[in-house]
C-alpha cells in the first residue's frame, strides 16, 4: 500500500501580504500552498501532511511554541519537516537571538532574509520538497522492511 506523499507548503504569516504574496511565487512554480493563520493551525494541518513549511519570524515571536514544539519532535524517524523561515536583516545568530531559538525548535530550518527575491523562494521550495521526497522514500523503504519482516515472522 502506498502512503500518502503530501506535497503541499504550509505559510504561517499571519501579518500584512506575506503569505498572499509567498502563495503567489509558489502557484507560479506549481508549488501548491495552504495559509494558516496561527501556530496551532499550521500543526493541525501538519497532522494532514506536507512538503514544507515557509514561516514568517513574526509569526513565531512571542507565540506559544509547545505544540509545534511537540509535533517535530514526535516525527517518525523517516521525517525531518524542511522549514523556510523568513527573517528581517539582522546579522547572524550572534546578533539575532531570536534566529538561535527559531534554528533549536524547528531544526531543519533555512533562513531567508526579506526582502527576497522571487526565484530564490522558489528555489528553496523545490529544494525543500526534493528532500521530503527523499524522506517518504525513506519511509517507502522501512515500510517494505517491516512488511517483509511481519511476512517472514507470520511463515516461521
Known sequence: MKTAR???ALILAPTGRDSEIAAGVLAEARIESE???CVD???AELLCGA???LVTEEALLGSD???LSK???AQPEWSDIPFVLLTHRGGGLERNPDAGRFLNTL???TFLERPFHPTTLISLGQSALRGRRRQYDARERLEELQESEDHFRHTV
Open 6 to 8: 503530501p506535497e503541499r
Open 35 to 37: 495559509a494558516c493563520e
Open 41 to 43: 493551525g499550521l500543526v
Open 51 to 53: 512538503g514544507f513549511v
Open 65 to 67: 511554541l509547545r505544540s
Open 71 to 73: 509535533w517535530i519532535r
Open 107 to 109: 531544526g531543519n530550518v
